[in-house]
């Protein structure tokens, strides 16, 4: 017997009732991973706002790079 002819011959699985639940996990998953992006996106633009500000205090006439009693230290 072939594989097709194996196929052919078995019972589909019956997810009439358990249809809804594997629908739900599917929808809970993809919100789990949605919100993980959600998250990544923006601590990437928190790191990206960080590298621009260091980068352009980098670049500015006479920075000297000092910190003084009065500024707050860096994050």
């Known amino acids: 017997m072939t594989a097709a002819a194996l196929l052919a011959a078995l019972p589909?699985?019956?997810l009439h009732?358990?249809?809804k639940y594997?629908?739900?996990a599917y929808v809970v998953a993809f919100?789990?991973?949605l919100?993980?992006?959600v998250i990544i996106v923006v601590r990437l633009g928190?790191?990206?706002r960080d590298l621009d500000d260091l980068r352009a205090?980098?670049?500015a006439p006479g920075a000297t790079g000092e910190r003084t009693l009065?500024?707050?230290p860096l994050r």
């Open 12 to 14: 589909a699985l019956p």
């Open 17 to 19: 009732e358990a249809g």
């Open 22 to 24: 594997v629908a739900a």
């Open 31 to 33: 919100t789990v991973v």
């Open 35 to 37: 919100i993980y992006v």
């Open 46 to 48: 928190r790191v990206q």
């Open 57 to 59: 205090g980098e670049r």
């Open 70 to 72: 009065a500024e707050p």
